[in-house]
């Protein structure tokens, strides 16, 4: 199957300082990637929906001055959260979909684990 | 009302059982039903992938959807420890922009 790289896997900062998380797909082209916020023993719950090229969509609730998303290329999403406070602390989860065949199937990352100080 | 409805377990059976999992979702838009296994603090890995109703198998994974019925089941034979881990299940609309609806995922635990 496709390969999502997603960096750091983990990163620990203090409380007002930014941190930013990197999606890549490694052999092949994602023309949507998907922002994920997972805690503790619950599901996935989806932040943002970005394509190559244009703005990212945020779902209700989420604020986008705060969490920005870069989709810069076909293989490269980063993922910065700004100014980040204890309660942002949670599992960060990237997704990304081919625009080929298996165009209904997203492929995740690893996750990032954040923990703020 | 959730939209997709997953007993979170924990379910534990010993080794060698078969283990149903299920789901029910309320929102017969929905065409595209997975199944992902997340080990713990990792992200999820597909499994299965149907659209249709029916079933599908994939070695000792069999995934079941019912339509008529909003209920979708993964089935694993042969169960193995290595198999431990949440499985989550998730569905999207057709043309629903790849947007995603997961279940809370059940924890699944086998046991020697």
């Known amino acids: 199957g496709a390969v999502v790289s997603q960096h750091p896997s983990w990163v620990i900062c203090k409380s007002g300082t930014s941190v930013k998380i990197e999606c890549r797909s490694l052999?092949?082209?994602?023309?949507?990637m998907f922002w994920y916020r997972q805690f503790p023993k619950q599901s996935l719950m989806l932040m943002a929906t970005?394509?190559?090229?244009?703005?990212?969509?945020?779902e209700q609730g989420v604020e986008k001055d705060k969490f920005l998303i870069n989709h810069a290329s076909l293989t490269l999403s980063t993922l910065t959260v700004t100014s980040a406070h204890p309660e942002d602390s949670s599992f960060y989860i990237c997704?990304?979909?081919?625009?080929?065949?298996?165009?209904?199937?997203?492929?995740f990352g690893a996750g990032t684990r954040l923990s703020v100080l | 009302q959730k939209e997709v409805e997953q007993d979170p377990g924990p379910l534990s059976v010993p080794e060698g059982a078969i283990v149903s999992l299920n789901c029910t979702y309320s929102?017969?838009?929905?065409?595209?039903f997975m199944w992902y296994r997340q080990y713990s603090r990792k992200g999820p890995e597909l499994l299965m992938y149907?659209?249709?109703?029916g079933n599908k198998e994939d070695g000792r994974f069999t995934a079941q959807v019912d339509k008529s019925s909003k209920y979708i089941s993964l089935f694993i034979r042969d169960s193995q420890p290595s198999d431990s881990a949440t499985y989550l299940c998730?569905?999207?609309?057709?043309?629903?922009?790849?947007?995603?609806?997961f279940g809370t995922g059940t924890q699944l635990k086998v046991e020697l």
């Open positions: 997704s990304a979909r081919s625009g080929g065949l298996d165009k209904n199937i997203q492929y």
């Open positions: 052999d092949f082209q994602a023309t949507t």
């Open positions: 970005s394509n190559e090229g244009s703005k990212a969509t945020y």
């Open positions: 929102n017969s838009a929905f065409q595209y």
């Open positions: 149907t659209y249709s109703s």
């Open positions: 998730a569905m999207r609309l057709e043309g629903g922009g790849n947007k995603l609806t």
